[in-house]
């Protein structure tokens, strides 16, 4: 894989929900990417996330950076209507509620594309199993950890009457699952690229 970031246009707009520095909160996505910056990058997010957006062609793409390496660091999973895709480094491991320790960049990026129609609320819910899952996957894999100080998280979804995707509901358990597989495959991927 030679690429340095990770580009994906979706085949019909989408409803995205997600924290992304670029197009983050509510809006509607021709796509997303996982742009690549420097380890000690500290540019203007904004004016770099829309110039890459521009340098590629693309249109209302939501935009999310990481400073791992993007193409050894991916994994994606399938499971029912839900794909995961993500990049992780943790760097700068944080526990939710405790003062973090100084800042390193370090980021676990998930975007979750589903096949489905949800309402808004049920992609909030979506957040919430995903992130759940993030979290039992760093503390089982021996990370003291909730997640990292710069995570990412997006769902893209199309508009529709589907309610709930908690952890009770079968959406809820596809989510669980992707997330828990690309994201043991993605930190064990990063985890190599620290051994040399």
Do not use: Q
Request: charged share 20%; proline share 4%; with cysteine.
């Amino acid at each position: 894989m030679g690429f340095k970031h990770f580009i994906l246009p979706f085949d019909e707009p989408m409803l995205a929900l997600s924290n992304a520095p670029h197009r983050g909160g509510l809006t509607r996505a021709n796509g997303f990417f996982f742009m690549m910056v420097h380890k000690n990058y500290s540019g203007d997010y904004r004016a770099d996330c829309l110039a890459f957006e521009r340098e590629n062609g693309l249109e209302n793409f939501v935009g999310f950076m990481t400073a791992a390496d993007v193409a050894k660091v991916l994994s994606v999973a399938r499971s029912g209507s839900v794909t995961a895709y993500i990049t992780a480094g943790i760097t700068n491991p944080a526990i939710a509620g405790d003062v973090p320790p100084p800042w390193k960049p370090g980021t676990i990026n998930i975007a979750l594309g589903i096949n489905e129609g949800l309402t808004v609320g049920a992609m909030t819910n979506a957040i919430m199993t995903a992130t759940e899952a993030k979290t039992y996957t760093l503390l089982s894999l021996g990370y003291n950890a909730t997640g990292t100080t710069s995570d990412g998280i997006g769902v893209f979804a199309f508009e529709g009457e589907k309610e709930w995707a908690g952890t009770a509901t079968e959406l809820g358990i596809s989510i669980g699952r992707v997330v828990r597989k690309a994201l043991k495959e993605s930190l064990r991927k990063w985890e190599k690229t620290r051994e040399k």
